[in-house]
């Protein structure tokens, strides 16, 4: 599948009459509903206007990519807009842009739907392909585009091709006033827990990290307050829920993932799961490790 046969020219706007993105959506969506390419308008309406998309994608200067998925679209749909005038992120209202593309899919097409977003993005990342593009005066002129032809869209990908090499682990003794410091440091929101071999025996997460320390700083911030210490406290000598080993705190119950599994398998579990990162297992011992935002920006990576 080429990402040419993603577009259909009833679903192409140009020009394009808006002025910020939620208005071009809201457009583009008016479009594939007059087009019959949306089996529940109600519910795809509710969405934009509810519900901004999670990851969405800018492309520098040159595109906008809103992006939805929702069981309102019997399968995965898009449509382009083109307008004459610089289109502003409500978010960053010094962020402009030209080309609006929104991308619609049900649940059960989510790699698909990310592999989409994907290929526009890093097609969209070319200034010669946007200018092609903005030159376009009608529907046929932009499916003609060369750009559009060229990108081949994978049939699979698996979580090898996209997952972070190398995760940041910690041992079951470190203390989780020491996980916390260093999730600060590296910007990160969860860690597996190892053993010495680098085998999975849990995994660490904001969650866990509120759950023990947040009671003791709103305990220390009133006064006149007392509250008995615990035995794992009394066992540990200290009160100070920051000397916590993480192997006391830390979740045992673990979805993982493997090396050899598809990106559609990924796309399910985050749907039917809610769960949105997983480290990545080898006979038992983590290689690597994969969220939804890592997914996204590796699929946007020219």
Known sequence: MKLRDVLKAEHILVPLSAGTVKEATERL??????????????????????????????????????????????????????????IRWEKDPHRTARVVIFIVAPLRDAALYLQV??????????????????AARAPEQVLALPAFDAVELPSQLTVRDVMTPHAITVGPDRTLGDVARLMVERDIRAMPVVDEGGSLIGMVTHRELLRYLIPDFVQRTKSGEFRAPTRSQLQ????????????????????????????????????????????????????????????????IAP
Not at 48 to 69: C, K, N, Y
Not at 269 to 286: A, I, Q
């Open 117 to 134: 977003v994907g290929a526009f993005a890093r097609t969209l990342s070319s200034p010669d392909h946007v200018l092609a593009l903005l």
């Open 29 to 86: 969506a008016e479009r594939l509903v007059a087009s019959g390419a949306v089996a529940d308008p109600q519910r795809l309406n509710a969405v934009i206007r509810h519900t901004w998309p999670e990851d969405m994608v800018s492309v520098g200067q040159h595109a906008f990519l809103p992006h939805f998925r929702t069981e309102a679209v019997r399968g995965l749909v898009t449509a382009l807009g083109i307008s004459p005038t610089p």
């Open 236 to 299: 540990r000598g200290s009160t100070d829920p920051r000397l916590i080993p993480v192997k006391e705190a830390m979740g045992r119950s673990v979805l993982c993932l493997a090396e050899d599994q598809t990106l559609a398998d990924v796309a399910n579990l985050m749907s039917s799961k809610d769960v949105d990162r997983f480290p990545v297992v080898r006979e038992g011992v983590v290689v690597g490790f994969l969220t939804r935002a890592d997914l996204v920006r590796r699929l």
